[in-house]
T-cell receptor
């Protein structure tokens, strides 16, 4: 079990560019979550998938953000026309819906810096 | 809406000191309560949880008791180690979605 992995770990981009992040969950986990974390704050929920279906989206997820999980395994989070306010750590977590609590396992995050 | 308030850090302690990190919450209904820990350069890990009033969660020497009357879930450890240095997040989960609402986190620094 290699845990949840995220790539890249760091991304620096210029304002207006598009970026895409990838999350590979623990292989038997059917739920996958995206969060955003800014300095000095706790993670804020963005969206989650059960298998390939996107079941819930936060109001934080503007129309510049899109997430996919096409085969119910890895997921991508794309941010179009990045803004400086998008600079944050983007966290991915996965869980197995039939576990006793639905404990979420987090990846190390992708740190985005928008110049 | 649901919210979690934690004491601000950093909390700086010497090794073997007693630790308390305060956490209070606001929620409708009867939420589950959690403490997560984030070590430098790593993702969050679930440290302990409590799912109903008066439950005590415990793990790795850390404990927290779900106090409904004071809407609190304070984290305690009797003797901290340098390796406990990390950021600690209190969180609640309400309803059926199991999507936690996190506090802002409290940084703990333990000196030898």
């Amino acid at each position: 079990d290699t845990g949840v992995s995220q790539n890249p770990r760091h991304k620096i981009t210029k304002r207006g560019q598009n970026v895409t992040f990838r999350c590979d969950p623990i292989s038997e986990h059917n739920r996958l979550y995206w969060y955003r974390q800014t300095l000095g704050q706790g993670p804020e929920f963005l969206t989650y998938f059960q298998n390939e279906a996107q079941l819930e989206k936060s109001r934080l997820l503007s129309d510049r953000f899109s997430a996919e999980r096409p085969k119910g395994s890895f997921s991508t989070l794309e941010i179009q026309r990045t803004e400086q306010g998008d600079s944050a750590m983007y966290l991915c977590a996965s869980s197995f819906s039939r576990s006793s609590y639905n404990e979420q396992f987090f990846g190390p995050g992708t740190r985005l810096t928008v110049l | 809406g649901d919210s979690v308030t934690q004491m601000e850090g950093p909390v700086t302690l010497s090794e073997e000191a007693f630790l308390t990190i305060n956490c209070t919450y606001t929620a409708t209904g009867y939420p589950s309560l959690f403490w997560y820990v984030q070590y430098p350069g790593e993702g969050l890990q679930l440290l302990l949880k409590a799912t109903k009033a008066d439950d005590k969660g415990s793990n790795k020497g850390f404990e927290a008791t779900y106090r409904k009357e004071t809407t609190s879930f304070h984290l305690e450890k009797g003797s901290v180690q340098v390796s406990d240095s990390a950021v600690y997040f209190c969180a609640l989960g309400a309803g059926g979605s199991y999507i936690p609402t996190f506090g802002r986190g409290t940084s703990l620094i333990v000196h030898p």
